[in-house]
C-alpha cells in the first residue's frame, strides 16, 4: 500500500524504525505533542503483529495470525489516544480435560463457583483443590493491582515497588525462588499446576525450575495485566487494536511510511533505507527486536550487519483454524461451546510440561505437544462474514508450547513446520470425541483451512529474530539498587548504549504482548530529552 507524505522531509524529530503497535503508539504520542514524526515499516502494512488477515482465498474469515488476545493494554493509553476498543471479558477462564481420561476434565466459569468446584471434584476427587486454586490467583491480584499501574510511570527500584505489595513471601516466592516451587507448594494436583504453570512458558522456553527465573518473570506479565490478570478478546480481531492505532498516528500527523525497509542506523540519528534515501532525526526510536538493531547500527558503523543474535529465541508453535463445526468432546459434562471459550489446554500437566522441555532439550518435538486452544468467534462472531457466521463456522487458534527455534536450526523448515503441525492434531485429537480434520472448514479450492506458523515464519514475516515473540529476554519491571537512572531513557526503560536510539517495542524494559507500554515510555522520555 502507498502512502502519500502528510509532510515530506528528511528531517524529523523522530525517526521510528518498524511500524509494529508499539511504534504506533509512539508515533500518536509524539504527534500529538507536536513532533514531526515518521514510522518506517518494511512490510506493505503497519501493526507488526497485531493484525488480521484471510489466510485462505476466498474464505471470508478475518484472523488475529499471531497475536490474538489483549491484557496488558493500559486503560491509559486507550483514553490518551482516543482508541475505540471492545475488548470484551470472557465468562470462561478455562477448559482443562485430565490427560489420562479426557472423559472428565476441569472447567472453571467465573459465573458458577459451585460448578467449577464440581468439576475439580470429579476431575481429580479433591474439592478442596478449587478453593486453592482459587486462593492462588486471589493471591496474585494485590500484586497485580500495585504492580500494574507503575508500568507506564518511570521505572521505579525495587525495594520501593516490594514495600507496597503486602504479600512479602510471595514476592520473594516470585522474584527470588523457581516459579515451580510456588506451585507445588501452592496447589496438590499435577493438573492444576500445570495450568497455573502455562502462564510462564508463553513464547519462554524454560522448566518450573530453571534458575534463569525466565518462566517467573514471563509468569508475572501473565497475572498482572490491567491489574486483575484477565486477558480478553479485542472485537474485529487483533486487527482492530492495530487499525485504532494507526488512526490514531494518522490523526496526530504522523506519517507512516510502508514498504520503506530500513539497511542502517547511525548512533547520529541517520537512517538509511535499503534503496539508499537517507533520513535524519533528533533522535530514532526502535519498534524491532533487539538483535535487529545491533544488526543495523553495526551497518551504520560500515560494519557487515551480520551481527547475530545472542540470547533471543522463540519457543511456540501457532496453528490456526476455521471450522465448520466446533468438535465433539470425549467429556459429554461440559459443552464444546463452553469448553472452547476460554482457554482449553490440551497435554498441560505440570508432569507433561517437564517432560516437553526435556524432549525439545534432547532434540525432539514434544510427544504430545502441549498446547492451548481458544475460539475467538463464540465471543466475536465479527470476523466472520454473515455466509460463514449463519454456517455454524468457528475459528480456533492453538498455541503450541516447548517448541524452541533451535529445534528447526539447520533443517528444512517446510518439513519441520509440517511436523508441528502433526504434532498440534495429534495431541487435539487425544481430547477430543473425533479427529479435528473431520471439522475444518474447506477453502473453495477443496483444501482444508489450518495453517502452522512456526518460530521462521515469525522470522522471515515479521523479523523477529529466532521467532522470539519478546524481542529478547524479559526484564523484571523495575530497576535494581545501582542500576543508573540518570537519563530519560534510564528512567523510562528504553536506552541503548547511544543516546539517540531509544528502544520503543517489545525489547524495551517493561515490553511483551500487546501493550503499547514500550512505545508509551519511549515517547515519554523522547519528550523529556526533545525539551517538550
Same mark, same amino acid.
Not at 268 to 277: F, I, K, M, R
Not at 293 to 296: A, E, I, K, T, W
Not at 418 to 422: G, H, K, R, Y
Given at each position: 500500500?502507498?502512502v502519500t507524505?502528510?509532510?515530506p522531509?528528511?528531517?524529523?524529530d523522530v525517526?521510528?524504525?518498524?511500524?509494529g503497535?508499539?511504534a504506533?503508539v509512539?508515533?500518536?504520542y509524539?504527534?500529538?505533542?507536536g513532533k514531526?514524526v515518521v514510522?518506517l515499516e518494511?512490510?506493505d502494512h503497519?501493526?507488526?503483529?497485531?493484525?488480521s488477515e484471510?489466510?485462505w482465498?476466498g474464505?471470508a474469515?478475518r484472523?488475529?495470525?499471531?497475536?490474538y488476545?489483549?491484557?496488558l493494554?493500559?486503560?491509559?493509553?486507550?483514553?490518551?489516544?482516543d482508541?475505540?476498543?471492545d475488548?470484551?471479558?470472557?465468562r470462561y477462564?478455562?477448559?482443562?480435560p485430565? +490427560?489420562a481420561?479426557p472423559?472428565r476434565?476441569i472447567?472453571i466459569?467465573?459465573?458458577?463457583?459451585l460448578?467449577?468446584a464440581e468439576s475439580f471434584?470429579?476431575t481429580i476427587?479433591?474439592v478442596?483443590?478449587?478453593?486453592?486454586?482459587a486462593?492462588l490467583?486471589?493471591?496474585?491480584?494485590?500484586?497485580?493491582?500495585a504492580?500494574?499501574p507503575t508500568?507506564?510511570?518511570p521505572?521505579r527500584?525495587?525495594? %520501593?515497588v516490594r514495600?507496597e505489595i +503486602?504479600d512479602?513471601?510471595l514476592?520473594?516466592a516470585?522474584t527470588?525462588?523457581p516459579l515451580? !516451587?510456588?506451585?507445588r507448594e501452592s496447589?496438590?494436583?499435577d493438573?492444576?499446576?500445570?495450568?497455573?504453570?502455562t502462564?510462564?512458558?508463553i513464547?519462554?522456553?524454560?522448566?518450573?525450575?530453571d534458575?534463569?527465573?525466565?518462566?517467573?518473570?514471563?509468569f508475572?506479565?501473565?497475572?498482572?495485566?490491567?491489574?486483575?490478570?484477565?486477558w480478553?478478546?479485542?472485537?474485529?480481531?487483533?486487527?482492530?487494536v492495530?487499525?485504532a492505532l494507526?488512526?490514531?498516528?494518522r490523526a496526530a500527523?504522523a506519517?507512516l511510511r510502508?514498504?520503506?525497509e530500513?539497511?542502517a542506523v547511525?548512533p547520529?540519528?541517520?537512517?538509511?533505507?535499503?534503496?539508499?534515501?537517507e533520513?535524519?532525526?533528533? *533522535?530514532v526510536?526502535?519498534?524491532?527486536?533487539?538483535a535487529v538493531?545491533?544488526?543495523?547500527l553495526?551497518a551504520g558503523?560500515?560494519? %557487515?550487519g551480520?551481527?547475530?543474535h545472542?540470547r533471543?529465541e522463540?519457543?511456540?508453535v501457532?496453528?490456526?483454524? *476455521?471450522?465448520s463445526r466446533l468438535p465433539? *468432546?470425549?467429556d459429554?459434562?461440559?459443552? +464444546?461451546?463452553a469448553?472452547?471459550?476460554?482457554?482449553?489446554?490440551?497435554?498441560e500437566?505440570?508432569s507433561? *510440561? !517437564?517432560a516437553?522441555h526435556a524432549?525439545?532439550?534432547?532434540?525432539r518435538?514434544p510427544?504430545p505437544l502441549?498446547a !492451548?486452544i481458544y475460539c475467538?468467534?463464540?465471543?466475536?462472531?465479527s470476523?466472520l462474514g454473515e455466509?460463514?457466521?449463519?454456517s455454524g463456522?468457528?475459528t480456533l487458534?492453538?498455541?503450541?508450547?516447548?517448541v524452541?527455534?533451535?529445534?528447526l !536450526?539447520?533443517?528444512?523448515?517446510?518439513?519441520?513446520r509440517?511436523?508441528?503441525?502433526?504434532a498440534?492434531?495429534?495431541s487435539l485429537?487425544s481430547?477430543?470425541?473425533e479427529?479435528?480434520?473431520?471439522?475444518?472448514?474447506e477453502? +473453495?479450492d477443496?483444501t482444508?483451512?489450518i495453517?502452522?506458523r512456526?518460530?521462521a515464519?515469525?522470522e522471515?514475516?515479521?523479523?523477529m529474530?529466532?521467532?522470539d515473540?519478546?524481542?529478547g529476554p524479559?526484564?523484571w519491571?523495575? %530497576?535494581?539498587?545501582?542500576?543508573?537512572?540518570?537519563?530519560p531513557?534510564?528512567?523510562w526503560?528504553v536506552?541503548?548504549e547511544?543516546?539517540?536510539?531509544?528502544?520503543c517495542?517489545?525489547g524495551?524494559?517493561r515490553?511483551?504482548?500487546v501493550s503499547?507500554?514500550?512505545g508509551?515510555n519511549?515517547?515519554m522520555a523522547a519528550l523529556?530529552?526533545?525539551g517538550s
Open positions: 500500500m502507498s507524505a502528510a509532510h522531509s528528511s528531517e524529523y525517526v521510528i524504525v518498524g511500524g503497535h508499539n504506533l509512539a508515533a500518536a509524539l504527534g500529538r505533542a514531526r514510522v518494511r512490510n503497519v501493526g507488526g503483529a497485531a493484525v484471510e489466510p482465498p474464505v474469515a484472523l488475529s495470525r499471531y497475536s488476545l489483549v491484557s493494554l493500559p486503560q491509559q493509553i486507550i483514553d490518551d489516544l482508541l475505540r476498543l475488548l470484551r471479558r470472557r477462564a478455562s477448559y482443562t485430565d +490427560p481420561d472423559s476434565g472447567l466459569d467465573h459465573a458458577d463457583a460448578a467449577t471434584r470429579r476427587g479433591d478442596a483443590e478449587a478453593e486453592r486454586f486462593a490467583s486471589d493471591r496474585m491480584l494485590p500484586l497485580a493491582a504492580l500494574f508500568m507506564t510511570s521505572l527500584r525495587e525495594d %520501593a514495600s +503486602p512479602q513471601s514476592w520473594h516470585l527470588a525462588r515451580g !516451587e510456588l506451585l496447589l496438590g494436583s493438573l492444576t499446576r500445570g495450568i497455573a504453570l502462564d510462564g512458558l513464547g519462554t522456553f524454560a522448566s518450573a525450575d534458575p534463569s527465573l525466565r518462566q517467573n518473570r514471563c508475572l506479565y501473565h497475572v498482572i495485566g490491567g491489574g486483575t490478570g484477565d480478553d478478546v479485542p472485537v474485529g480481531g487483533m486487527g482492530s492495530s487499525g494507526e488512526h490514531a498516528a500527523g506519517l510502508t514498504q520503506a530500513v539497511a547511525t547520529d540519528g541517520t537512517v538509511t533505507l535499503a534503496d539508499g534515501e533520513l535524519h532525526g533528533r *533522535l526510536l526502535s519498534g524491532v527486536g533487539r538493531l545491533r544488526r543495523l553495526d558503523a560500515n560494519g %557487515a551480520t551481527v547475530e545472542d533471543a522463540g519457543a511456540q501457532k496453528v490456526n483454524m *476455521l471450522l465433539r *468432546l470425549r459429554e459434562s461440559v459443552a +464444546p461451546e469448553a472452547f471459550a476460554g482457554t482449553f489446554h490440551i497435554n500437566s505440570y507433561q *510440561l !517437564e516437553a524432549a525439545a532439550l534432547a532434540g518435538v510427544d502441549p !492451548e475467538h468467534s463464540l465471543t466475536d462472531p470476523i455466509e460463514l457466521q449463519r463456522a468457528q487458534t492453538l498455541f503450541g508450547l516447548q524452541p527455534h533451535r529445534l !536450526e539447520g533443517g528444512d523448515r517446510d518439513a519441520h509440517a511436523e508441528l503441525l502433526s498440534a492434531q495429534r485429537d481430547v477430543l470425541a479427529p479435528i480434520a473431520d471439522c475444518l472448514f477453502a +473453495p477443496g482444508p483451512c495453517e502452522a512456526t518460530t515464519d515469525l522471515a514475516s515479521l523479523g529474530t529466532a521467532g515473540i519478546f524481542h524479559l526484564d519491571p523495575w %530497576a535494581d539498587a545501582d542500576e543508573p537512572l540518570d537519563t531513557a534510564q528512567r526503560g536506552a541503548t547511544n543516546e539517540r536510539v531509544l528502544l517495542g517489545s524495551a524494559r515490553g511483551g504482548a503499547g507500554i514500550g508509551h519511549a515517547a523529556e530529552l526533545l
